[in-house]
C-alpha cells in the first residue's frame, strides 16, 4: 500500500475494484464466514469481521462474461435456489456485505461501529465504482446498451438526476431486486444520498430502532455510524481524487434538511406540548411569559425531567448538528486544498444569505427587502447552524486568504443575530469571535458598531410593549412564540407581537456577540481599546435599568428581563478581560449588583418569581466572572469583599431548599434556571478566600451535604472525580479499541474517541452554554509546574501533566489554610450544581465539629449502600440493556453514580484538609472517627470494575496513610497496609470473599496502585515540609525529621508488588493487575531512589525492575489463547494496550538508573530500544504511541547508553535510527488508503493530534543531541512540511470545543491538543532542523549541495511548482544544462507531494519555504570565499571539473549545480511572493517573507557582473523592473490598509520595503534619479 501512502491523490491507477480477485466458491465461504463472526460474544471476533469483510469489499463484485446470463439469472435469484443466485446479478454478493454492515452499524461496542462504517463506505464506494464504469460502457457502445439488462438501465437513468425523491424509489427497488442499497448507490453523488436518507431514516434517540444485528443497541448509535461511514466515504472519494468534494456540500447539509426538522418537532409535539428552543423564543432562554402572563413550557419539559417518558426526545436535534457539522468538517473541508475551502466558504455564506430575513438598524424585521429577493436554497434552523460552525472553522483556518470574503460575511452574520432560534444567534456570535481571531480590528470595528446600536432597540422594544398593552386587540394569536411566515405573500404588515420578539432576539444575539468578542480582545493583535469598555459599560447600565423601570416592568415584564440579561451578558464579557479593563468602572458594577439583589427581595419585588430568578441567575454569574477573573480587586477596593458577601448572604436564602425560588422546579426550564442559579452561589463562594464568611459557613456545608444526596439519587454524575485523581497515572485507563466504553480510554482526539463521547455524554442546552459562557477561562495562563516529581523530567510528559491547581493563589488573602482553584464549570446545570457542591463541601468541611463530620461522612454511607443491592452478580453480562431510559445516552456499565459520587466527595475532602490533622502536637490515636469510616468506604471500592473510581480510591487511602501521621502515631498507616493484604487475597472488610476471578484481580489491581500512591503522597508532603521550612528559614523542623524515621516502608511495599511481577505462573495473576504492579513498582521507584550513586540495595531494586520489564515484554504480552486464559480473555484483550504503556512508561523512568547498572550488563538501554520499536510496530493505539514519543524523547537525552555494538541483536547505533521510522509514520497526513492493507485503516484512530504533538515535540530533542544526521534531515524537513501543511488545512476554531452542544467528562478535555501550538512548535522544528543541517562548522562542498537542495525545494514550493502526472526522471546529460534540469527535477519531486493535496500550497506554508529560502541563502553568503556560488562563469567552470572528474557519478554531493545557475527562477519566485495574493486578497505575511528573500538575493548577486554584456552591468539588470514594481507594492502598503482588514501585517509589510529599498541603493542596483523618485514618492 505504498503508492498510495505518498499521498497518490491523482493516482489513476487506484481502484475500488479487484473484480475476480477471488474465486467464487471462495467468496460464498468467506460471506458466509462473515455473517457467522457477526454474532460472535468477543467484540474481538466481530471486529475482526468488520476489518475482513471491508478489505473483501473490492474483490466481492462477480465478473459475468456473458451478459445474456445476467438476465436469465436475475429470474432465477428471485426463484431462489443455488443454481440462481451462483448466476444472479454482479452486485448480490456486494449487496450481501452491505446489508450486513448495515445491520451492525450500531454495535453496541463503539469500536466495533466504527469499523462496520468504515466498511459500509468501502463497499458503496467499489459500487459507485462499478456503476461508473457500467454507464462508461454504455455510452461507448449502443449496441451492448440494447441487449444489457433494462432494469438496469433504468435505474441508471433516474439516477442521474438523483433530485428525486430517493426514499420513495428506495421502496421500489427493495421490492424489485435483491440489490437495493448497491443499486441505490450506483453513482457518487447518489451514494452519498443514499447515506443521508438512511442517516435521517433511522430516527432519534426514541424513535430509531435497532439496525439488525445481534448486538445492535438503536438508540443514538446508529445515526453515529451513518455519519460515521459518510465521512469515511467522502474521504475514501477525495483520496481517490476523481469527484470533487465541493458537490457534496449541499447533499450533505440535507441531514438536517426538512424530513429532520420534521421529526424533531413531532418529537417535539408527542412530550406533551413541551417545545424546543426555537418556538420557545424570546430572550435568551428564560420561562418567559407571554403578555398574557402565562409561562410557556419550553425546553420539551421531557428533556430536564429525569426518567421522562420515552417519547420526546430533544438531544436529537443536537446530536443530528453535531453529526452534521462533523461530516462536513472532516469529510469534506479537511480534505481540499486551500482555493476550495474559499469556495466552500462563499457557498456557504450565499445558503445563509438566502434563508436569513433582513434586519433594520433598529433591530426589526426589515419589511422592504422580503426573503423572496435572493435566489437560493432555503435553510432550516439546524441548517443553518451547521453552516456558521463550519464558517467559524473555515475563517480561522484560511486566515489572511479570507480577507476579501468578510464584506460578503458581514451584513449575513448581522442577520443572523437576531434570528429566532437561540442556537443559530449563539453560533452566530460565535463566528463573529473567530473573525476577531483571524482579523482583530474587524472585531473592533464591529464590536462598536453594535453598541451603538442597541440604545435605538431599547427604545423601540418599549415604544413596542406600550403600543402592544394599548391595542386590546383579541385577535386570534398562533402558538406563543412561532412567528408568522409571512415570506410568500409579500405583506409589510408584521403584527407588533412579532416583531417585538424580533427586536429582543437581536439585542440579546448583539449582546452575545459582543461579550464573546471581549474573550478574544486580549489575546490578539491590538489587544483592548479602551472605547471599547467605556461604552460596554454604559451599554449594559442602560440595559441593567431596565429593571427598575417600573413603566415597562408593569407592561412587559420578560422584555425587561430580557434587557437585563444582556446586561449581565456583557458586563461577565467585560469583567473577563481581566483587572486592567475593569478598575475604571469598579463602582459602577457594584451599585448595579446592588440594586438588583435588593429588587429581587420578597416583598419588595414587582415581578414574578420566574422573571426575577432571570435576573438573578445572571447577576450571578457576572459575580462568579468577577471573583474568577480579577480577584486581586477583592483587596484594592475597599470594602469589596463585605459588600460581596452581603450581596451573597442576601441572596443565598432564596435560593436555597424552601426559599423563594423552589417552586420554580415545577417546569423544565425553571428547574436547570435554578440549578444554574444555585450553581453560581456556591462557585461564589469557593472562589472567596475560606474563612471570609463565617456567618453563612455552616449554612451552605449543610445546603451542599443535601444537595450531594439529592442529586446523587436523582442519578447525577459528578464529572469533578476526573480532575481530582492524579494524571500520572491516567495510562492506566487506556482500553482495546472494541472495549473502550468511556470517552478519553483511547486518547488523542480521533473519530472513535469522538464517537464514544457522543454516545455517552449529556447534551447541554442553550441556556446551559450561555450560563457558563463567561466562567471558562480561554487560553488559561499556562503555569509550568509539574505535578508529581521531577523524577521523569520529559517536556512532553511535562507538557501533558501540566496541572494547574497547585500554588497558584489569587490574592494573599487566599493563602490561608489548603485553598483550592475551582475547576472550570461543565455542561449541564445539574453536573454544574453538583460539581461545586462537592467542592464547598470538602472546603468547608475542616471547619466542622467532629460530630457535623461523622454524620456527613454517614449521610455519604447510606447512599452507597441504597445503591448496593441492585448490582447483583450479573454485573458484566453485557447483554443487559445498556440505555438508560432518560437521555436515550448509553451508559457503560462501569458507570456507577452513587460510587463516582462518593469517591470524590471524599477525596476532595482529603486533599482539602490541612497537613496535619493534629493540633499542636497532641497524640491521636488512631486518627478522628469519621477517618476510620473514610478508610472503609474508600477499602469497599477499590474492587470496582471502574479505572476512574479505583484511582480515586487509591489516592484517598494514600492521603489517609499519610494524613493522621504525627510522632507515634502510625496507627491508622498500618491499619491501612493491613486491610490491603486483605483486599488483595480478596477478602473485603464487612464482606465474604469473593469469588469471581474478575473482581479479584480488580481488588488486587487496586491495591497495588494504592502502595505507589501512598509513597507518592508521602514524597509530596515531605517536598512541601522542606519548602514551608525553607521559606520559614528553619533548617528542618523536627517534625519532619521525626517524619523520614516513620516514613512509609518503601521496601516492605515493594516486596509485596513482586509476586504479581513474577516470571512463573501466569496463568495465576491477570494481565490488568500486571499492568498496575508495573506502574506501580515505577511509581515508587521514581519517588523512592536517589538521582545520584545507588547503594547496592537500591541498585538491587532497579535490577528487579529491569527484570520485571523484560519478563512482562517477553512473556506477558503473548496472544490469548483458550487453555491458559480461560475466563479471563476479556481482561486479557481490553488490557494490551494498558501493559504495553506501562512498560514504555516504566522504560522510561528506568532511564536515568541504567548508567549504574552498566558494569552488570551493557546492553540493557539497547534491549529497551528494540522492544520500544517492536512494541510501536505491533500496536497503533494514541495512548501507546503517545509513551513511545516520551521514551525515544529520553533516550536521546541519555544518549550515552547506546553505542554502537557489534554483539547486539538490533543495529542500535544511536537513539535517533530507532526512533525516526516510528516518528516519521506518526507524522504522516491522515489520507484516507484507498486500498486498506491493516487494521488502523478501520479503527477510526487516525492522525491523534496527542501523538502528533508528542512527535513532534520528540523530532525536536534527536535533532538537539545528534549532531550528525544528515542523511536522514533532508527527508525528515519533507515530512514535518507536508505535517505542517496539513495540519494548517485542519485548524479550527478553538474557543469552544467541537461538540459545543455536549458536555464532555473533563478526561478528554486537554490542553495539550491545541492546533495553533502544535503549528508553532511544527514551525519552531523546521528552523530547528535547518540549523542542524547548514550550521556545519566546516563549509565544503557538502554544506553547499545541501543549501541547494534546500533552496531549489522552497523555491518549488513557493511557486507551486511540481511534476506534471507520468513525469519521469530525466537521463542525465553530461552537460552543464543536464546538471541544471537534473536539479531543478529533484526539487520538483519533492515538492509535489504537497502540491498534490494543495495547489497553489497554503499561504501558511508558503510563508515557511520563503523563511527556509532566505536562511539557506544567508547561510551561503556566509561562503563568500566560494565563488562558484554566486559567479557564472567559476560555477559552470566547477560543473565542467565534476562532469569530468567523476564520469559517470549519480546526482548528490560530488556532482550538482549551483544557485547562480538558478537565478532567474530565484528571482521570479521572490517577486511572485512579494506580491502574493489568494482569491482577491493580499497576504502580507507571504510579502513580507517573500521581501526578505529578495533581500538576500540582491545582496548575493547585485554585485555580480552579467558577463554577456561584459559593459559592467549587474546580472541582475535584466530583471529590475520585476524586482522595483515588487518593492514599491510594498511602499505602497500603507495605503493598502484603508481597503484592507488585515492590518497589522502591512506595517511589517512596508518596514520590509524600506529594507529592500535600502539595500537597492546602497548596492548602487538604482542609480537613475527618475526611478529613486518614484521609489520615495510614496514615502
Known amino acids: 500500500g505504498n503508492n498510495n501512502a505518498d499521498g497518490g491523490g491523482n493516482d489513476q491507477s487506484l481502484s475500488f475494484l479487484a473484480t475476480g480477485a477471488m474465486e467464487d466458491r471462495a467468496v460464498i465461504e468467506a460471506i458466509k464466514f462473515i455473517k457467522r463472526a457477526t454474532a460472535d460474544k468477543y467484540p474481538e471476533v466481530r471486529i475482526g469481521a468488520a476489518v475482513f469483510a471491508g478489505m473483501m469489499a473490492p474483490m466481492l463484485i462477480r465478473n459475468i462474461r456473458n451478459t445474456a446470463n445476467m438476465r436469465g439469472g436475475r429470474d432465477g435469484a428471485s426463484g431462489g435456489g443455488e443454481g440462481g443466485a451462483a448466476a444472479s446479478a454482479p452486485l448480490v454478493w456486494l449487496e450481501d456485505v452491505t446489508q450486513v454492515a448495515m445491520q451492525n452499524i450500531d454495535d453496541e461496542s463503539a469500536g466495533v461501529a466504527t469499523a462496520w462504517a468504515t466498511c459500509l463506505a468501502r463497499c458503496l464506494c467499489a459500487s459507485s465504482e462499478y456503476g461508473q464504469g457500467i454507464r462508461a460502457a454504455q455510452s461507448e457502445d449502443q449496441a451492448s446498451r440494447r441487449s444489457a439488462d433494462v432494469d438496469h438501465e433504468a435505474v441508471m437513468t433516474s439516477n442521474n438526476n438523483n433530485n428525486l425523491d430517493l426514499a420513495s424509489k428506495f421502496k421500489a427497488l427493495r421490492g424489485a431486486t435483491a440489490t437495493a442499497a448497491t443499486m441505490a448507490s450506483?453513482?457518487?453523488?447518489?451514494?452519498?444520498?443514499?447515506?443521508?436518507?438512511?442517516?435521517?431514516?433511522?430516527?432519534?434517540?426514541?424513535?430509531?430502532?435497532?439496525?439488525?444485528?445481534?448486538?445492535?443497541?438503536?438508540?443514538?448509535?446508529?445515526?453515529?455510524?451513518?455519519?460515521?461511514?459518510?465521512?469515511?466515504?467522502?474521504?475514501?472519494?477525495?483520496?481517490?481524487?476523481?469527484?470533487?468534494?465541493?458537490?457534496?456540500?449541499?447533499?450533505?447539509?440535507?441531514?438536517?434538511?426538512?424530513?429532520?426538522?420534521?421529526?424533531?418537532?413531532?418529537?417535539?409535539?408527542?412530550?406533551?406540548?413541551g417545545r424546543d428552543d426555537?418556538?420557545?423564543?424570546?430572550?435568551?432562554?428564560?420561562?418567559?411569559?407571554?403578555?398574557?402572563?402565562?409561562?410557556?413550557?419550553?425546553?420539551?419539559?421531557?428533556?430536564?425531567?429525569?426518567?421522562?417518558?420515552?417519547?420526546?426526545?430533544?438531544?436529537?436535534?443536537?446530536?443530528?448538528?453535531?453529526?452534521?457539522?462533523?461530516?462536513?468538517?472532516?469529510?469534506?473541508?479537511?480534505?481540499?486544498?486551500?482555493?476550495?475551502?474559499?469556495?466552500?466558504?462563499?457557498?456557504?455564506?450565499?445558503?445563509?444569505?438566502?434563508?436569513?430575513?433582513?434586519?433594520?438598524?433598529?433591530?426589526?424585521?426589515?419589511?422592504?427587502?422580503?426573503?423572496?429577493?435572493?435566489?437560493?436554497?432555503?435553510?432550516?434552523?439546524?441548517?443553518?447552524?451547521?453552516?456558521?460552525?463550519?464558517?467559524?472553522?473555515?475563517?480561522?483556518?484560511?486566515?489572511?486568504?479570507?480577507?476579501?470574503?468578510?464584506?460578503?460575511?458581514?451584513?449575513?452574520?448581522?442577520?443572523?443575530?437576531?434570528?429566532?432560534?437561540?442556537?443559530?444567534?449563539?453560533?452566530?456570535?460565535?463566528?463573529?469571535?473567530?473573525?476577531?481571531?483571524?482579523?482583530?480590528?474587524?472585531?473592533?470595528?464591529?464590536?462598536?458598531?453594535?453598541?451603538?446600536?442597541?440604545?435605538?432597540?431599547?427604545?423601540?422594544?418599549?415604544?413596542?410593549?406600550?403600543?402592544?398593552?394599548?391595542?386590546?386587540?383579541?385577535?386570534?394569536?398562533?402558538?406563543?412564540?412561532?412567528p408568522r411566515t409571512n415570506t410568500n405573500e409579500n405583506s409589510s404588515i408584521i403584527p407588533p407581537a412579532d416583531e417585538l420578539l424580533r427586536h429582543q432576539a437581536t439585542l440579546h444575539g448583539n449582546a452575545l456577540a459582543v461579550s464573546m468578542l471581549m474573550h478574544e480582545f486580549p489575546h490578539c493583535h491590538g489587544g483592548v481599546a479602551t472605547a471599547i469598555v467605556s461604552k460596554t459599560f454604559e451599554v449594559a447600565a442602560k440595559l441593567l435599568h431596565c429593571q427598575f423601570d417600573e413603566k415597562l416592568t408593569s407592561v412587559n415584564p420578560t422584555a425587561a428581563c430580557t434587557c437585563v440579561r444582556a446586561g449581565y451578558c456583557l458586563l461577565s464579557g467585560a469583567l473577563t478581560m481581566g483587572i486592567d479593563a475593569i478598575i475604571p468602572h469598579v463602582s459602577t458594577i457594584f451599585s448595579c449588583w446592588q440594586g438588583s439583589s435588593m429588587a429581587v427581595l420578597p416583598g419588595v419585588s414587582k415581578l414574578s418569581s420566574s422573571h426575577d430568578l432571570m435576573c438573578v441567575e445572571a447577576m450571578l454569574s457576572s459575580v462568579v466572572c468577577f471573583l474568577k477573573f480579577c480577584p486581586t480587586l477583592l483587596l484594592a477596593v475597599p470594602d469589596a469583599l463585605t459588600?460581596?458577601?452581603?450581596?451573597?448572604?442576601?441572596?443565598?436564602?432564596?435560593?436555597?431548599?424552601?426559599?423563594?425560588?423552589?417552586?420554580?422546579?415545577?417546569?423544565?426550564?425553571?428547574?436547570?434556571?435554578?440549578?444554574?442559579?444555585?450553581?453560581?452561589?456556591?462557585?461564589?463562594?469557593?472562589?472567596?478566600?475560606?474563612?471570609?464568611?463565617?456567618?453563612?459557613?455552616?449554612?451552605?456545608?449543610s445546603f451542599a451535604v443535601s444537595q450531594i444526596q439529592e442529586l446523587t439519587e436523582n442519578d447525577v454524575l459528578c464529572s469533578i472525580l476526573d480532575a481530582l485523581v492524579s494524571k500520572e497515572d491516567k495510562l492506566i485507563d487506556a482500553h482495546s479499541f472494541e472495549r473502550a466504553v468511556s470517552p478519553g480510554q483511547i486518547g488523542g482526539s480521533v473519530a472513535l474517541d469522538n464517537n464514544i463521547s457522543l454516545r455517552s455524554s449529556d447534551v447541554v442546552h442553550h441556556n446551559e452554554r450561555e450560563a457558563i459562557l463567561h466562567l471558562l477561562a480561554w487560553r488559561k495562563k499556562l503555569r509550568t509546574r509539574m505535578q508529581g516529581d521531577d523524577s521523569c523530567t520529559s517536556p512532553i510528559l511535562g507538557a501533558y501533566l501540566r496541572d494547574g491547581n497547585d500554588k497558584c493563589s489569587p490574592t494573599p488573602l487566599h493563602e490561608v489554610g489548603?485553598?483550592?482553584?475551582?475547576?472550570?464549570?461543565?455542561?449541564?446545570?445539574?453536573?454544574?450544581?453538583?460539581?461545586?457542591?462537592?467542592?464547598?463541601?470538602?472546603?468547608?468541611?475542616?471547619?466542622?465539629?467532629?460530630?457535623?463530620?461523622?454524620?456527613?461522612?454517614?449521610?455519604?454511607?447510606?447512599?452507597?449502600?441504597?445503591?448496593?443491592?441492585?448490582?447483583?452478580?450479573?454485573?458484566?453480562?453485557?447483554?443487559?440493556?445498556?440505555?438508560?431510559?432518560?437521555?436515550?445516552?448509553?451508559?457503560?456499565?462501569?458507570?456507577?453514580?452513587?460510587?463516582?459520587?462518593?469517591?470524590?466527595?471524599?477525596?476532595?475532602?482529603?486533599?482539602?484538609?490541612?497537613?496535619?490533622?493534629?493540633?499542636?502536637?497532641?497524640?491521636?490515636?488512631?486518627?478522628?472517627?469519621?477517618?476510620?469510616?473514610?478508610t472503609d468506604l474508600l477499602l469497599r471500592l477499590l474492587p470496582t470494575p471502574s479505572d476512574i473510581i479505583r484511582r480515586g480510591a487509591a489516592e484517598g487511602l494514600a492521603l489517609l496513610a499519610t494524613l493522621g501521621v504525627s510522632e507515634d502515631a502510625n496507627t491508622l498507616q498500618s491499619t491501612i497496609l493491613h486491610s490491603l493484604d486483605e483486599v488483595m487475597t480478596g477478602s473485603i472488610p464487612g464482606n465474604s470473599k469473593m469469588q469471581e476471578t474478575e473482581i479479584l484481580s480488580y481488588a488486587r489491581a487496586g491495591s497495588l496502585l494504592t502502595l505507589a500512591?501512598?509513597?507518592?503522597?508521602?514524597?509530596?508532603?515531605?517536598?512541601?515540609?522542606?519548602?514551608?521550612?525553607?521559606?520559614?528559614?528553619?533548617?528542618?523542623?523536627?517534625?519532619?525529621?521525626?517524619?523520614?524515621?516513620?516514613?512509609?516502608?518503601?521496601?516492605?511495599?515493594?516486596?509485596?508488588?513482586?509476586?504479581?511481577?513474577?516470571?512463573?505462573?501466569?496463568?495465576?495473576?491477570?494481565?490488568?493487575?500486571?499492568?498496575?504492579?508495573?506502574?506501580?513498582?515505577?511509581?515508587?521507584?521514581?519517588?523512592?531512589?536517589?538521582?545520584?550513586?545507588?547503594?547496592?540495595?537500591?541498585?538491587?531494586?532497579?535490577?528487579?525492575?529491569?527484570?520485571?520489564?523484560?519478563?512482562?515484554?517477553?512473556?506477558?504480552?503473548?496472544?490469548?489463547?483458550?487453555?491458559?486464559?480461560?475466563?479471563?480473555?476479556?481482561?486479557?484483550?481490553?488490557?494490551?494496550?494498558?501493559?504495553?504503556?506501562?512498560?514504555?512508561?516504566?522504560?522510561?523512568?528506568?532511564?536515568?538508573?541504567?548508567?549504574?547498572?552498566?558494569?552488570?550488563?551493557?546492553?540493557?538501554?539497547?534491549?529497551?530500544?528494540?522492544?520500544?520499536?517492536?512494541?510501536?510496530?505491533?500496536?497503533?493505539?494514541?495512548?501507546?504511541?503517545?509513551?513511545?514519543?516520551?521514551?525515544?524523547?529520553?533516550?536521546?537525552?541519555?544518549?550515552?547508553?547506546?553505542?554502537?555494538?557489534?554483539?547486539?541483536?538490533?543495529?542500535?547505533?544511536?537513539?535517533?535510527?530507532?526512533?525516526?521510522?516510528?516518528?516519521?509514520?506518526?507524522?504522516?497526513?491522515?489520507?484516507?488508503?484507498?486500498?486498506?492493507?491493516?487494521?488502523?485503516?478501520?479503527?477510526?484512530?487516525?492522525?491523534?493530534?496527542?501523538?502528533?504533538?508528542?512527535?513532534?515535540?520528540?523530532?525536536?530533542?534527536?535533532?538537539?543531541?545528534?549532531?550528525?544526521?544528515?542523511?536522514?534531515?533532508?527527508?525528515?524537513?519533507?515530512?514535518?512540511?507536508?505535517?505542517?501543511?496539513?495540519?494548517?488545512?485542519?485548524?479550527?476554531?478553538?474557543?469552544?470545543?467541537?461538540?459545543?452542544?455536549?458536555?464532555?467528562?473533563?478526561?478528554?478535555?486537554?490542553?495539550?491538543?491545541?492546533?495553533?501550538?502544535?503549528?508553532?512548535?511544527?514551525?519552531?522544528?523546521?528552523?530547528?532542523?535547518?540549523?542542524?543541517?547548514?550550521?556545519?562548522?566546516?563549509?565544503?562542498?557538502?554544506?553547499?549541495?545541501?543549501?541547494?537542495?534546500?533552496?531549489?525545494?522552497?523555491?518549488?514550493?513557493?511557486?507551486?511548482?511540481?511534476?506534471?502526472p507520468g513525469q519521469d526522471e530525466p537521463e542525465i546529460e553530461m552537460s552543464i544544462a543536464g546538471l541544471i534540469e537534473r536539479s531543478s527535477f529533484i526539487a520538483r519531486s519533492s515538492a509535489s507531494p504537497i502540491v498534490k493535496v494543495s495547489n497553489p500550497p497554503r499561504w501558511q506554508l508558503k510563508c515557511v519555504a520563503a523563511n527556509i529560502a532566505s536562511l539557506t541563502m544567508a547561510s551561503l553568503l556566509e561562503m563568500k570565499e566560494n565563488p562558484s556560488i554566486f559567479n557564472y562563469q567559476s560555477a559552470r567552470a566547477r560543473c565542467t571539473e565534476m562532469l569530468q572528474k567523476e564520469g559517470n557519478e549519480v546526482y548528490g554531493v560530488s556532482l550538482h549545480s549551483f544557485p547562480v545557475l538558478h537565478l532567474e527562477e530565484l528571482v521570479t519566485t521572490a517577486c511572485i511572493a512579494s506580491a502574493a495574493t489568494s482569491n482577491n486578497s493580499e497576504l502580507p505575511s507571504v510579502q513580507v517573507s517573500g521581501l526578505r528573500f529578495l533581500i538576500t538575493v540582491l545582496k548575493a548577486f547585485g554585485e555580480e557582473l552579467d558577463a554577456s554584456t561584459n559593459d559592467g552591468t549587474s546580472v541582475l539588470e535584466q530583471y529590475s523592473s520585476q524586482i522595483i514594481s515588487a518593492v514599491r507594492h510594498a511602499l505602497n502598503a500603507e495605503s493598502l490598509l484603508e481597503e484592507s482588514v488585515a492590518t497589522s501585517g502591512f506595517h511589517r509589510l512596508f518596514a520590509a520595503g524600506c529594507d529592500a529599498l535600502f539595500v537597492m541603493i546602497n548596492g548602487g542596483f538604482v542609480s537613475e534619479p527618475v526611478v529613486i523618485r518614484r521609489l520615495l514618492q510614496p514615502l
Open 1013 to 1364: 500512591c501512598i509513597q507518592r503522597a508521602a514524597m509530596r508532603m515531605t517536598r512541601t515540609e522542606n519548602e514551608r521550612a525553607e521559606s520559614r528559614s528553619v533548617v528542618s523542623s523536627p517534625r519532619s525529621r521525626a517524619r523520614e524515621n516513620n516514613s512509609p516502608p518503601v521496601m516492605i511495599m515493594m516486596t509485596r508488588l513482586l509476586p504479581s511481577l513474577a516470571t512463573q505462573n501466569f496463568d495465576g495473576d491477570s494481565l490488568l493487575s500486571r499492568a498496575y504492579a508495573l506502574h506501580s513498582f515505577g511509581i515508587l521507584i521514581s519517588n523512592s531512589l536517589s538521582k545520584g550513586e545507588l547503594s547496592s540495595s537500591q541498585l538491587q531494586i532497579a535490577w528487579k525492575a529491569v527484570e520485571a520489564v523484560e519478563t512482562s515484554f517477553l512473556s506477558a504480552w503473548s496472544a490469548v489463547t483458550s487453555d491458559i486464559s480461560k475466563g479471563r480473555e476479556r481482561e486479557k484483550f481490553a488490557a494490551e494496550p494498558t501493559i504495553l504503556g506501562v512498560i514504555l512508561r516504566v522504560m522510561t523512568t528506568l532511564l536515568p538508573w541504567l548508567e549504574s547498572l552498566q558494569n552488570l550488563d551493557k546492553w540493557i538501554a539497547s534491549r529497551f530500544a528494540s522492544y520500544a520499536s517492536t512494541i510501536l510496530e505491533h500496536c497503533s493505539h494514541p495512548v501507546v504511541c503517545f509513551e513511545g514519543c516520551v521514551f525515544f524523547e529520553r533516550l536521546s537525552e541519555h544518549r550515552g547508553l547506546i553505542e554502537p555494538s557489534c554483539c547486539c541483536v538490533v543495529n542500535t547505533d544511536n537513539a535517533a535510527t530507532v526512533a525516526m521510522p516510528f516518528l516519521l509514520f506518526a507524522l504522516k497526513t491522515p489520507i484516507a488508503k484507498v486500498i486498506a492493507d491493516e487494521d488502523v485503516d478501520f479503527s477510526g484512530c487516525h492522525g491523534p493530534i496527542d501523538v502528533q504533538r508528542s512527535a513532534v515535540m520528540c523530532l525536536k530533542g534527536v535533532f538537539t543531541s545528534e549532531k550528525n544526521l544528515n542523511d536522514l534531515t533532508f527527508g525528515a524537513g519533507k515530512t514535518v512540511l507536508e505535517f505542517l501543511h496539513d495540519r494548517c488545512g485542519r485548524r479550527r476554531f478553538e474557543h469552544f470545543s467541537e461538540f459545543r452542544s455536549l458536555s464532555l467528562p473533563r478526561s478528554v478535555v486537554n490542553d495539550f491538543e491545541d492546533c495553533q501550538l502544535i503549528e508553532a512548535e511544527t514551525i519552531a522544528l523546521v528552523q530547528m532542523i535547518l540549523a542542524v543541517q547548514l550550521g556545519g562548522e566546516d563549509l565544503d562542498e557538502n554544506t553547499t549541495y545541501r543549501c541547494l537542495q534546500w533552496l531549489l525545494w522552497s523555491v518549488s514550493l513557493i511557486s507551486g511548482d511540481s511534476l506534471k
Open 643 to 701: 459588600r460581596l458577601t452581603a450581596i451573597l448572604e442576601k441572596i443565598f436564602p432564596l435560593i436555597s431548599s424552601g426559599g423563594k425560588f423552589e417552586s420554580e422546579k415545577n417546569t423544565a426550564v425553571g428547574k436547570s434556571r435554578l440549578s444554574s442559579a444555585r450553581a453560581s452561589v456556591m462557585e461564589a463562594y469557593s472562589w472567596l478566600p475560606p474563612g471570609s464568611f463565617p456567618m453563612s459557613a455552616d449554612r451552605i456545608f
Open 278 to 482: 426555537a418556538a420557545d423564543f424570546y430572550a435568551p432562554s428564560s420561562p418567559r411569559s407571554s403578555p398574557e402572563k402565562r409561562p410557556p413550557p419550553s425546553i420539551s419539559t421531557a428533556f430536564l425531567s429525569a426518567r421522562a417518558s420515552k417519547t420526546g426526545s430533544s438531544a436529537d436535534s443536537s446530536i443530528g448538528r453535531l453529526l452534521a457539522s462533523n461530516v462536513v468538517r472532516k469529510g469534506i473541508t479537511e480534505n481540499v486544498s486551500e482555493s476550495i475551502q474559499l469556495t466552500i466558504l462563499r457557498d456557504l455564506a450565499t445558503m445563509c444569505r438566502s434563508s436569513v430575513g433582513h434586519t433594520t438598524p433598529d433591530g426589526g424585521t426589515d419589511a422592504r427587502r422580503s426573503l423572496g429577493d435572493d435566489k437560493g436554497k432555503s435553510m432550516n434552523r439546524h441548517q443553518l447552524q451547521v453552516a456558521l460552525i463550519e464558517i467559524s472553522h473555515i475563517v480561522v483556518a484560511v486566515g489572511e486568504a479570507g480577507a476579501s470574503s468578510l464584506e460578503d460575511l458581514h451584513p449575513i452574520l448581522q442577520d443572523c443575530l437576531s434570528h429566532p432560534d437561540h442556537g443559530v444567534r449563539h453560533e452566530a456570535a460565535a463566528v463573529y469571535a473567530a473573525i476577531a481571531q483571524a482579523f482583530p480590528s474587524e472585531g473592533r470595528k464591529f464590536a462598536i458598531e453594535s453598541l451603538s446600536g442597541f440604545s435605538a432597540n431599547l427604545d423601540a422594544i418599549s415604544s413596542l410593549s406600550f403600543r402592544i398593552a394599548s391595542t386590546p386587540t383579541p385577535a386570534p394569536r398562533k402558538r406563543f412564540g412561532r
Open 186 to 273: 450506483f453513482s457518487v453523488p447518489s451514494a452519498i444520498a443514499f447515506l443521508v436518507t438512511q442517516f435521517v431514516k433511522c430516527g432519534g434517540e426514541a424513535t430509531s430502532n435497532k439496525c439488525g444485528g445481534t448486538y445492535s443497541i438503536g438508540g443514538r448509535a446508529s445515526r453515529i455510524g451513518y455519519a460515521d461511514a459518510l465521512t469515511e466515504y467522502l474521504r475514501l472519494q477525495s483520496s481517490r481524487g476523481e469527484f470533487q468534494l465541493v458537490e457534496a456540500l449541499n447533499p450533505v447539509i440535507e441531514m438536517v434538511g426538512a424530513s429532520f426538522e420534521k421529526q424533531v418537532q413531532q418529537g417535539e409535539r408527542a412530550s406533551g406540548g
Open 818 to 934: 489548603r485553598w483550592r482553584e475551582p475547576l472550570d464549570p461543565i455542561g449541564t446545570s445539574k453536573v454544574r450544581l453538583l460539581d461545586c457542591c462537592i467542592h464547598v463541601f470538602a472546603a468547608t468541611f475542616g471547619l466542622q465539629d467532629g460530630q457535623t463530620q461523622a454524620e456527613a461522612l454517614q449521610m455519604l454511607e447510606s447512599m452507597y449502600n441504597a445503591a448496593q443491592p441492585e448490582k447483583t452478580t450479573n454485573r458484566f453480562n453485557v447483554s443487559s440493556s445498556l440505555i438508560a431510559e432518560s437521555q436515550g445516552k448509553l451508559k457503560s456499565p462501569e458507570e456507577d453514580v452513587p460510587s463516582t459520587n462518593l469517591t470524590a466527595a471524599v477525596l476532595a475532602c482529603l486533599q482539602a484538609l490541612p497537613l496535619y490533622e493534629a493540633t499542636h502536637d497532641t497524640l491521636i490515636g488512631v486518627g478522628p472517627p469519621w477517618m476510620v469510616r473514610a
